[in-house]
Nanobody
Framework: QLPLVESGGGLVHPGGSLKLACTASGASFTAYVMNWYRQGPGKERALVANITRAGDISYYADSVQGRFTISRDNAKNTVYLQMNSLKVDDTAVYYC?????????????WGQGTQVTVSS
C-alpha cells in the first residue's frame, strides 16, 4: 500500500477556489491510478475525479466537470485537485485514493481526508 497525506482544505466563499494536494510516500507512485473522492454531510462517498498513471487521461464527475482539474506530478509523488467556482454543495471531506495498476484491492490505499467547507 501507498501511504497518502492530503492537504489544502479549508473554508472558502461560494465562487472561490482551493487547491488540494495528496502526497504519497514510497517509490512506486507511478504504479497507481490516483483518485479524489468526497463525502458530504449525509451523503455517500463518491468519486470526483481520477487520473491515469502517466497523467495523460482524466475523468470527472458531471457535478465538477469544467470547474475542477486533477493533475499529478510524478517527480513529487503528488496529485492535485484544483477546485474553482466552488459551490455550497461542494462542501465535503475530500479523500485521496490510490488504486494499483493490477486492480488488486488489497493494494489500494486512502488518505485521511481533508475538510472543504464552502459557505458565505
Amino acid at each position: 500500500q501507498l501511504p497518502l497525506v492530503e492537504s489544502g482544505g479549508g473554508l472558502v466563499h461560494p465562487g472561490g477556489s482551493l487547491k488540494l494536494a495528496c502526497t504519497a510516500s514510497g517509490a512506486s507512485f507511478t504504479a497507481y491510478v490516483m483518485n479524489w473522492y468526497r463525502q458530504g454531510p449525509g451523503k455517500e462517498r463518491a468519486l470526483v475525479a481520477n487520473i491515469t498513471r502517466a497523467g495523460d487521461i482524466s475523468y470527472y464527475a458531471d457535478s465538477v466537470q469544467g470547474r475542477f482539474t486533477i493533475s499529478r506530478d510524478n517527480a513529487k509523488n503528488t496529485v492535485y485537485l484544483q477546485m474553482n467556482s466552488l459551490k455550497v454543495d461542494d462542501t465535503a471531506v475530500y479523500y485521496c485514493k490510490a488504486d494499483h495498476w493490477s486492480g488488486h484491492p488489497e493494494f489500494a490505499s486512502w488518505g485521511q481526508g481533508t475538510q472543504v467547507t464552502v459557505s458565505s
